[in-house]
């Protein structure tokens, strides 16, 4: 996906298209937002590990700010019939505020743009507030698979259809 074929810059929900001077913070926050798994796993979750130079190049990271402060990083990829959403991540001081609802909004906002049906994200099984808040928003589970990078690591599949109702209206 080039430059010309993103849509939204920035959208309703104060979130922006992620810059290479961003890079340190995106980083820094996926690592404090995804901390609290490093016992659960026994090792850090692929986010943690992510490259997000060639993402932010190819514009799927967006940065949600709260003042001047970097709240939250979604990272959405469009696929020719799906949104897929790889992280939602929000800093551990902004947890529990409506930021994380505030980035699935726009992730559903982006994929109404695009003009895709549907959202689908994967998650690790023992991240049962994440599944839980996923479940919350409108997310169905559509299986369970082996993580093929992570042996012993179950992943969930979800997905969520894209109504055509503005989130800005």
Do not use: C
Not at 46 to 61: C, K, L, M, N, S
Not at 62 to 83: F, N, P, Q, Y
Not at 116 to 126: D, F, G, V
């Amino acid at each position: 996906m080039g430059k010309d074929d993103l849509i939204t810059v920035q959208s309703s929900f104060g979130v922006r298209l992620a810059g290479p001077e961003n890079l340190a913070a995106i980083i820094a926050l996926t690592q404090a937002a995804y901390a609290p798994y490093n016992a659960i796993l026994d090792a850090p979750p692929i986010p943690v590990t992510e490259d997000y130079a060639p993402r932010i190049a190819q514009g799927q990271v967006w940065l949600l700010e709260s003042g001047d402060e970097l709240a939250g990083v979604i990272t959405l990829e469009r696929h020719e019939d799906h949104a897929m959403i790889f992280s939602v991540a929000v800093s551990p001081a902004f947890q529990g505020k409506g930021f994380g609802i505030a980035l699935l909004k726009h992730a559903d906002e982006q994929a109404r743009q695009w003009g895709l049906p549907e959202i689908r994200l994967y998650t690790n099984a023992k991240m049962e507030r994440n599944i839980a808040l996923y479940l919350a928003y409108g997310y169905r589970e559509t299986g369970r698979r082996p993580n093929p990078y992570r042996p012993g690591w179950i992943l969930v599949d979800m997905a969520k259809p894209v109504d055509n109702r503005s989130t800005t209206a």
